[in-house]
């Protein structure tokens, strides 16, 4: 007895298309990742013993650009830039990022919200937000037993 190998063409084309279909599916899902990152930039909190300092990670925009507010115990953050060209020149390519974002965050009782302050330098944008006074640590103390 022979064994012959079937070949069927129908099943290999087919097993084809359902790899480029996860090829595709698999690219679209990174661009989409990618395009969420760019769109909300990369946050750093810092917990410190007196406040906690929250970075943003925000180049190219200027200090003008950004909008910080506090709303019910709310901390917006958001920036608005525009790409504009120069005037006869042209892209080639553009990768900068251009456009808008907005990073919303719950602050807690914990931070006395009339003692933030913001700066913007070397790229990143660092909020202050100072803690109020019984949430800050406490020196050990004895107590008196009655």
Known sequence: MTLVRFYNP????RLGVDIERIFDNFLSSANEMAQA??????????????RFRLEVAAPGYKKDDFK???????LRISAQKENNPVEGEAYTRCEFIA?????????GKTIDTSKIDARYENGILT??????????????RSIKID
């Open 10 to 13: 129908l099943a290999s084309r």
């Open 37 to 50: 990152q760019l769109s909300n930039p990369a946050v750093n909190i810092y917990e410190e013993p007196d």
């Open 68 to 74: 910080v507010s506090i709303d019910n115990d709310l």
């Open 99 to 107: 456009g808008s974002f907005e990073r919303t965050f719950a602050v």
């Open 127 to 140: 909020v202050y937000l100072s803690k109020r006074d019984e949430a800050k640590p406490q020196k050990p």
